[in-house]
């Protein structure tokens, strides 16, 4: 399973993935995606089951911290599917190239966009959880997002990020997949496969130390 955190720091994110849903509807961009959203009730979270061509994938608006996030409001994308756990490299991973189209579709569907987007195996978020260090700090509750702590296999860069990280060095990463999007984010992911590490070229690239 690979997970996607669309990372806010302050919003309704019960509302937002509501809006989400209505905004998926209405597009014609993705003719095989149908989707679903529970509203939510007093105290519970907000659920929206998408329907891909070859299972289900589910978000989930989360008010607080989950595994492999800080203490900050996101959704949560769940993208359940065995085929992440062998993938042929020297093939063309459909499965990976489906689940990037859905986050750039579910991220240009948002109306508040995110700080920060990151995605990652399903046993990363624990590891993140453990060491107590993610991408982006629990401090900036409430705060524009000028910088990030470090990369995972997938990255949205809204605007204001790539302001910061500079388009062209952006567009320039030697990444596996390195896209422009309608509103001028950039989604970056570093290999094909998410369930395996690679070397930190893309990290030097964009001026991160991986050693601290």
């Known amino acids: ?14 509302a937002e993935l509501v809006r989400v849903c209505e905004n998926l509807q209405q597009a014609e961009s993705h003719t095989d995606l149908e989707v679903e959203v529970t509203p939510s009730r007093r105290g519970e979270m907000a659920t929206m089951i998408v329907s891909l061509r070859d299972g289900l994938a589910s978000v989930y608006a989360h008010k607080y911290a989950s595994i492999g996030t800080p203490h900050l409001p996101h959704l949560r994308l769940d993208v359940g599917d065995r085929r992440f756990a062998h993938l042929d490299q020297e093939a063309d991973p459909t499965v990976v190239k489906d689940t990037i189209d859905l986050v750039a579709e579910i991220y240009l569907a948002t109306e508040e966009r995110p700080a920060f987007v990151y995605g990652m195996a399903k046993k990363m978020p624990g590891v993140l959880s453990d060491l107590d260090d993610y991408p982006v700090d629990a401090s900036q509750r409430g705060q524009a997002v000028t910088e990030i702590n470090f990369l995972t296999w997938l990255s949205i860069f809204p ?5 910061t990280y500079g388009r062209e060095r952006l567009l320039s990463a030697p990444a596996w997949h390195v896209e ?3 509103d001028g984010s950039i989604l970056l992911v ?3 496969d998410p369930t ?3 070397d930190n070229e893309v990290q030097q690239h964009l001026g991160f130390d991986p050693e601290e």
Not at 159 to 163: A, E, I
């Open 1 to 14: 399973m690979v997970e996607v955190i669309f990372q806010y720091t302050y919003t309704d994110v019960n």
């Open 180 to 182: 422009e999007l309608d």
């Open 196 to 198: 395996v590490i690679r």
């Open 159 to 163: 605007p204001p990020l790539v302001d």
């Open 190 to 192: 570093e290999w094909a």
